[in-house]
């Protein structure tokens, strides 16, 4: 019989746990497109208290609610600038210019650059008619394709009050944001008081099956509740996927500390044979490198081939997520497996050279 995988490709993998099923099959629900699902609307109402705003939508993704977020804060032709190595720059299918019809100005926000208001500062557009108009500005935290790396709450106030400053929004991609809080001690609401608006994922490490949730100013979620019609997210009985994440805010937030803690244990295991982009992993993201140039693509397959999945990060790099499907006996297990593939692959081309 196949050994079952060990999937470390993200923490989107997870499954509901069985006392998570059961808060699911027995949720109290109404049809939310009429505002009456119970159920969502506490799960709604605890979501912005929690990050000390006026309110908050369940949306499918996080995807849509940052795109949501777009489309209520800007108009068409309007700019927005971010993070160059930004989810919403790489994951999100081109979404801006269909939905919003927002141009992206992607630059080294979060990535390299040392001082972001600097940054900024480069980026903003002159008041003259024939550029695009500068909107707003949109941070990631924690930063996928920066190995989870938390963006300080220093730089968030910073970027806040340079953003008000100015007269534009801020919008946070806190899909993980739930990992920089509970690994600094910040709570959510200090995080998110810069913000405009914040989307926070549920079926990331909390490990609800589906469901994110923006939160902002109350003019600005009734803007964002049409939007999610119009874009087909009025699912109805919500509250059989808002139980999930009632659940998981009870028992699945200082969880987090474990995969972080995993995290680093793993970076630490493979630190002799791999680069780790940060080391140690701030959070539950490990982004890593072969430091004997084997291809990370041949890689990946030979770690499949083993069942122990892993995803592509930017350039070369390979990224481990750790969740709550990962134990210390996986994670023993994942170490081990990319120390003995990795060390055949370098042997084989170590041999073809001196063949060569």
């Not at 340079?162 to 801020?170: A, K, S, T, V």
């Amino acid at each position: 019989m196949r050994n079952e995988s060990i999937d470390l490709r993200s923490d989107t993998v997870t499954t509901p746990t069985e006392p998570m099923r059961r808060a699911m099959a027995f949720a109290d629900v109404g049809d939310d497109v009429f505002g009456e699902d119970p159920t969502t609307n506490l799960l709604e109402e605890r979501i912005a208290t929690l990050l000390g705003k006026e309110s908050a939508l369940f949306v499918p993704s996080g995807t849509m609610g940052n795109q949501l977020a777009l489309a209520v804060q800007a108009a068409a032709g309007d700019e927005v600038i971010l993070d160059s190595e930004s989810h919403i720059v790489h994951y999100e299918t081109g979404a801006p210019s269909l939905i919003s019809r927002v141009q992206l100005r992607p630059i080294p926000l979060q990535s390299a650059a040392d001082d972001p208001i600097a940054a900024l500062e480069e980026a903003v557009r002159p008041p003259q008619y024939y550029y695009p108009r500068t909107r707003g500005v949109c941070i990631e935290n924690t930063h996928n394709r920066l190995s989870g790396a938390i963006l300080s709450l220093e730089t968030v106030r910073a970027i806040g009050a340079w953003c008000r400053q100015h007269g534009f929004f801020l919008h946070c991609d806190g899909a993980r944001l739930w990992n920089a809080s509970v690994a600094t001690g910040i709570s959510l609401a200090d995080y998110a008081a810069p913000c405009t608006t914040v989307m926070v994922c549920l079926s990331k490490g909390l490990g609800a099956p589906v469901g994110s949730l923006l939160v902002g100013p109350r003019d600005l979620i009734v803007a964002a509740r049409r939007w999610r019609k119009m874009l087909g997210g009025g699912m109805r009985q919500t509250g059989i996927l808002a139980a999930a994440g009632l659940y998981a805010l009870d028992h699945h937030i200082e969880r987090l500390a474990d995969d972080h803690a995993r995290a680093r244990r793993f970076a630490e295991a493979i630190a002799d044979d791999f680069e780790i982009m940060l080391d140690p992993p701030p959070t539950n993201i490990v982004l890593f490198r072969s430091r004997r140039r084997v291809s990370s693509a041949l890689l990946m397959t030979a770690l499949a081939e083993r069942d122990i999945l892993v995803s592509p990060g930017p350039s070369d790099w390979l990224r481990a997520v750790f969740h709550l499907g990962i134990d210390d006996d996986r994670l023993l297990v994942a170490a081990t497996t990319m120390l003995r593939v990795h060390s055949e692959l370098a042997g084989r081309a170590t041999t073809v050279l001196e063949r060569q």
